[in-house]
T-cell receptor
């Protein structure tokens, strides 16, 4: 079974600084997908970034980048130039994937990291 | 605008009553999911459906039931058999084919049992 571990219950960062949120995973599958979601206090889940296990480049989306280290089974989220609006809960999740192809549905979530950005 | 709607936003129930949470999507997604979130916890999968008239149990299906009669709708019933139903419930949907298939989430329903 897939397992996601987020070891940082809370993180603090000053505005305009970069921050790294840790995520490690455990799976015996060769093909899988890794996701990060943001959950503000309102409760909705917002998709941030995706990394496929066979992707050769680390994923980037604007200020978000994913530091993917396959051998270590880690998929850390890096947020550059933090903003006050980045304060939220962040979840790492993974799913199985067909070989080099589409993901297969259900997500396995970690417990999340509460990020607080201070001025 | 395409999206996922969940209703109601807040729901109060007396012990022993069944209650149904609504989830509708107009994104033409094949797959739909129900998750439960407790304070300080990640999301846990209750049920999911990848096609109309078919669904599978997730990790915590006991005390819940679902139906998928239409592609757009995936209602969740919390039955009186669910021992600890107070939680935040999130519905999601996604395509089944394609590379990434990220799940899009609704705004959630907060259920409180009195």
């Amino acid at each position: 079974a897939q397992k996601i571990t987020q070891t940082q219950p809370g993180m603090f960062v000053q505005e305009k600084e970069a921050v790294t949120l840790d995520c490690t995973y455990d799976t015996s599958d060769q093909s899988y997908g890794l996701f990060w979601y943001k959950q503000p206090s309102s409760g909705e889940m917002i998709f941030l970034i995706y990394q496929g296990s066979y992707d050769e480049q680390n994923a980037t989306e604007g200020r978000y980048s994913l530091n993917f280290q396959k051998a270590r089974k880690s998929a850390n989220l890096v947020i550059s130039a933090s903003q006050l609006g980045d304060s939220a809960m962040y979840f790492c999740a993974m799913t199985k994937a067909k070989h080099r192809g589409s993901t297969l549905g259900r997500l396995y979530f970690g417990r999340g990291t509460q990020l607080t950005v201070w001025p | 605008d395409g999206g996922i709607t969940q209703s109601p936003k807040y729901l109060f129930r007396k012990e022993g009553q069944n209650v149904t949470l609504s989830c509708e999507q107009n994104l033409n997604h094949d797959a739909m999911y129900w998750y439960r979130q407790d304070p300080g916890q990640g999301l846990r999968l209750i049920y999911y459906s990848q096609i109309v008239n078919d669904f599978q149990k997730g990790d915590i299906a006991e005390g819940y039931s679902v139906s998928r009669e239409k592609k757009e709708s995936f209602p969740l019933t919390v039955t009186s058999a669910q021992k600890n139903p107070t939680a935040f419930y999130l519905c999601a949907s996604s395509f089944s084919s394609g590379r990434m298939n990220e799940q899009f989430f609704g705004p959630g329903t907060r259920l409180t049992v009195l």
